[in-house]
């Protein structure tokens, strides 16, 4: 991983006409709640070109928006990692039930284009899988790369790779491991306030023995990160608690990250503390930021974020 974040901007086409859409059921987003679906309709444009059909709350009780009146970043993250297992499952044919491991995911957005809107925002999601890999005649790997736009104009780029494997091979990777677990306790909440947060329940962090770390909370019985049974910590939950360690350091203003790309090592254990330490790289014309976790004294993710300054442009 290098220091420096890199822009998400992949290919864009142009718009150009939709197709006809098909509903994309809520299991195939990998969701139980429709509060939390974002992806609702999807079409094929070419061999390995789909567009997806997104809906996005201006009032989503965990990725609320932003205090200068923007869709939070990493709502869009959320919606592209939607719109990649409904690609992978309807339109690569990865069966349901397959595990997905997440290798990496970065992402870039426009925050001058990313206004809230009143209600509900309808959106076209541009989703190109330019690398795929098979075993045994299924999936087994792909590349994709995400244009998200609105009203024409692309507004959030972003890319990630991904592994599948089916539920056999799955257990046996883990060594057997599934839910239900013990997971480790949630230490106290860091105050709200200090973390870009109004509530105690959707603070990750609890403090930590230096200035620069934490520990990670992760409450299985939150309502948005924890929708079905899992034997690791979420990906997502890993990148909000490194953007709320972004706010610590840098605040008292909440961060929101212009783009950030984050790693995923190893799975992060519900069933072992995990220590989250951070620090503010130099950056010229923004606020970057390094956010590691670790976990039995090995690396399990490390996220870089940046956020431009008053002065300077998008990223």
């Known amino acids: ?72 970043p990493l709502l869009l993250v959320e919606t592209m990692r939607q719109s990649s297992n409904v690609v992978s ?22 925050p001058e284009l990313l206004r809230v809107a009143a209600g509900m925002a309808t959106m076209e999601l541009d989703v190109f899988v330019p690398e795929i890999q098979y075993s045994a005649g299924r999936p087994s790997r792909l590349r994709c790369e995400w244009a998200l736009r609105r009203a024409g104009a692309v507004v959030a780029t972003g890319g990630a790779r991904a592994r599948f494997t089916d539920p056999r091979v799955y257990r046996r990777l883990r060594n057997g491991a599934q839910p239900p677990l013990a997971p480790v306790r949630p230490g106290p909440a860091l105050s709200p306030t200090l973390v870009g947060r109004d509530s105690p329940g959707d603070v990750m962090l609890s403090p930590g023995e ?23 910590i979420p990906g997502m939950l890993l990148l909000e608690a490194a953007r709320q360690a972004a706010t610590v350091l840098t605040g008292p203003a909440s961060y929101v990250p212009a783009a950030g790309l984050i790693g995923f090592q190893s799975y992060a254990e519900l069933t072992s503390p995990c220590l989250i330490r951070a620090e503010v790289l130099p950056a010229p014309s923004s606020t970057r930021v390094k956010v590691t976790g670790v976990q039995d004294g090995k690396s399990v993710f490390t996220c870089l974020l940046e956020k431009p300054t008053a002065t300077a442009d998008h990223i």
């Open 89 to 110: 499952h309807a339109g690569v044919g990865v069966p349901l039930g397959h595990h997905f491991m997440l290798s990496d995911l970065e992402f870039s957005c426009r």
């Open 210 to 232: 230096g200035p620069q770390e934490w520990l990670l909370r992760a409450d299985t019985s939150h309502p948005t990160l924890f929708q079905r049974p899992n034997d690791h």
């Open 1 to 72: 991983m290098t220091t420096a974040v890199r822009p998400a901007h992949k290919r864009v086409t142009d718009a150009g006409p939709s197709s006809r859409y098909v509903p994309a059921p809520m299991a195939l987003t990998h969701r139980t709640r429709p509060a939390d679906t974002f992806v609702h309709a999807w079409t094929q444009l070419g061999a390995q070109h789909f567009r997806l059909q997104v809906r996005l709350p201006h009032d989503h009780p965990f990725y609320p928006p932003t205090p200068d009146g923007t869709y939070d």
